[in-house]
């Protein structure tokens, strides 16, 4: 059983911070990848940011030079380091990892979401 657990959400004015985390636990053979999908109110689920094993590092362009991605391959954990927070970033931040199990099948998990708000 894979379990996909985030923290870090929460309320913030125009202009701070926040930095989410994100764990996989369980049994499984390796992580391709890891990354975060936020979904705004009424609308659908966007990219934000992927890391995968290989090094290769990916962001939507309107979080381009403010949102870091980062991960500890040790403790299976990817953070997203959100800095100069717009209105528009607020969402349901969901994270998102590509894993390999025990029987080297390829499956996609995802986290139970975070809140994430700016205010004005």
């Known amino acids: 059983q894979v379990q996909v657990v985030e923290s870090g959400g929460g309320l913030v004015q125009t202009g701070g911070s926040l930095r989410l985390s994100c764990t996989a636990s369980?049994?499984?053979?390796?992580?391709?990848?890891m990354g975060w999908y936020r979904q705004p109110p009424g609308k659908q689920r966007e990219l934000v940011a992927t890391?995968?094993?290989?090094?290769?590092?990916n962001y939507a362009d309107s979080v381009k030079g403010r949102f870091t991605i980062s991960r500890d391959n040790a403790k299976n954990t990817v953070y997203l380091q959100m800095d100069s927070l717009k209105p528009e970033d607020t969402a349901v931040y969901y994270c998102?990892?590509?894993?390999?199990?025990?029987?080297?099948?390829?499956?996609?998990?995802w986290g139970q979401g975070t809140q994430v708000t700016v205010s004005t």
């Open positions: 998102h990892v590509d894993l390999r199990n025990s029987w080297f099948v390829d499956h996609d998990y």
């Open positions: 369980g049994s499984f053979f390796s992580i391709n990848a």
């Open positions: 890391s995968s094993s290989g090094g290769s590092i």
